[in-house]
């Protein structure tokens, strides 16, 4: 479904991805690991175009996507995206913000699109907070809109960017249920998380980053309980302290 | 819980009482004042006066307003686009909008006006088949406008930057074009930020096209000027030029309060919980 290969990306002098490749089936979850500053965000972003590679092929359901005649618009229509930050439309209600993408990218009727809109919220457990503006809504519940937002395009596979990061403790439940439910339901889906519960229960498989390069991968059991290079049982042995 | 969000932060209630306060002292000292001049004068002659004293102030309210109309629409304009290219990622347009707020903030708007009047005389005269003297005033109404475009031009400015990226880049996640996210994601929350300081702007502009009268224009202030010295020649009374004076200030308070209200019901009208400008 997602395929990377040999993926590079250099900020200025900073050479963040050195050759990253990866592959994700279609109805697999994989989760993402390392420290903070390893490339794991860039190599998402990578895989919707947010940022371009450098060198190397995105590949997504059989498309060369980061192709100059490729619309990058048209890809990200292809995948959806949850932000760390959530990043809700401010000045639209939770009902507007999923819709948006409907009546302005897919051009939906405005009726058609309020439907979508209204069940990919219920899906998410927010249908009574439709009319609520982002600063009404707690957390939690900003993050499940997002979630609607990015589902109500229909898309092909899901990135999740630390999702729960920015989330105070007791919210952090309620998004990681909607992320099991969309696995469980057969999404495709790759998740930078420090969220080990989530990856070992979760995950199909592992992927572990440090310094733009990837250092192990594997079924989580294995990347967990049985690490094989001391990167990652470095990292892993404090992650679960 | 969206009604609570509308109540106004105690704070903000002493801030109006004070307010109210200071403008009822205001209007009472005001009064007293009127009556004292009113005490001395002499209605007859006054009422004399009326008739042209009607027709220069409405030629004058007429004048001004009519800048207003050319003045507000082009200096936002200006503002707009050139506010919208100080933040462009394309050097050149940034250079370009830098110079200009640069080179029309750093004069007083009095003298702008008065070279865009000088310097398109000396280029038009001795062109008889056109009015030298309304492409003159045009010249003058440009210069304020092109003044007032570098001020809203920093307050545009100050909106884009304050739209945080991520929105932008939540409009591209979702596969929006450029043009789309400028126009429903950018924009919507620009004017929400910027509206409180525009206002502002705008309030300032209206009383600032008082200058034009130092070119000869015939609006409000040019006949204020008038009118003193024809009276003040004519029968010598200053209570009258003071009174006739007190009119012109009023016209100009009604039309910037006038203004400045209905940018306020715009302001409420599009509020939105989180997007609240902050309080001036």
Redesign the interface.
């Known amino acids: 479904m997602i395929t990377g290969v040999n993926l590079h990306k250099w900020f200025g002098e900073l050479h963040v991805l050195k050759g990253v490749s990866l592959e994700v089936a279609k109805g697999e979850t994989l989760v993402i690991i390392g420290p903070s500053g390893s490339g794991k965000s860039t190599l998402l972003r990578c895989i919707n175009l947010l940022v371009q590679p450098d060198e190397g092929d995105v590949i997504i359901d059989g498309v060369k996507v980061n192709d100059p005649k490729i619309r990058p618009e048209w890809v990200r229509q292809q995948v959806g995206m949850v932000f760390q930050s959530f990043n809700l439309f401010t000045h639209l209600t939770a009902l507007h913000n999923v819709m948006i993408g409907l009546t302005k990218v897919k051009r939906l009727p405005k009726a058609e699109a309020e439907r979508i809109a209204r069940f990919e919220l219920e899906r998410v457990g927010l249908a009574d907070k439709a009319d609520a503006y982002p600063a009404q809504l707690s957390g939690g519940q900003q993050q499940r809109v997002a979630i609607a937002r990015a589902l109500a395009l229909n898309p092909k596979a899901m990135l999740f960017d630390e999702p729960t990061s920015a989330l105070d403790p007791e919210y952090i439940r309620e998004v990681l249920d909607v992320m099991t439910k969309l696995a469980d339901e057969g999404m495709t889906m790759v998740v930078v998380t420090h969220e080990m519960g989530f990856a070992h229960n979760v995950a199909d498989r592992v992927l572990f980053m440090a310094d733009g390069v990837v250092v192990e991968e594997g079924a989580p059991e294995e990347v967990f309980e049985r690490p094989q290079k001391n990167r990652t049982k470095a990292f892993v042995a404090k992650i679960l302290g | ?2 009604k609570s ?1 509308r109540r106004l932060h105690p704070a903000s209630h002493l801030v109006r009482r004070i307010l109210s306060g200071v403008i009822v002292a205001e209007a009472a000292l005001l009064l007293v004042y009127l009556a004292g001049v009113f005490g001395t004068y002499d209605l007859g002659y006054a009422l004399s006066l009326l008739p042209p004293r009607g027709r220069a102030l409405t030629t004058g309210l007429l004048t001004t307003l009519g800048f207003m109309a050319v003045v507000i629409p082009l200096g936002f304009s200006l503002g707009f686009a050139f506010g919208w290219a100080r933040t462009s990622t394309a050097w050149p347009a940034r250079a370009v909008a830098t110079t200009y707020v640069e080179f029309f903030r750093g004069m007083p708007p009095i003298v702008l006006i008065a070279f865009a009047f000088l310097i398109t005389i000396v280029l038009l005269k001795g062109n008889d088949r056109i009015d030298l003297f309304a492409f003159a005033t045009g010249a003058g109404v440009m210069a304020l406008a092109a003044h007032s475009g570098a001020y809203q031009a920093e307050i545009i400015r100050a909106g884009i930057l304050s739209v ?1 990226t ?2 932008v ?9 450029k043009g ?1 996210i400028l126009t ?2 950018t924009l ?2 620009m004017f ?1 930020i910027s509206l409180p300081a525009l206002g502002n702007e705008f309030a300032s502009l209206i009383k600032d096209t008082s200058l034009l009268s130092t070119i000869g224009a015939l609006d409000l202030t040019f006949q204020g000027k008038n009118l003193s010295s024809v009276l003040i020649t004519g029968g010598g009374s200053l209570d009258l030029v003071i009174i006739m004076w007190v009119e012109i200030a009023v016209l100009y308070f009604v039309i910037t309060f006038v203004v400045s209200r209905s940018l306020l019901a715009i302001e409420r009208r599009f509020r ?4 609240e400008a902050a309080q001036l």
Do not use: C, N
Request: proline share 12%.
């Open positions: 819980m969206r969000d945080p991520g929105q880049e939540a409009g591209e996640a979702i596969g929006m074009s789309t429903r994601i919507p929350q929400r939105v919980p989180g997007l």
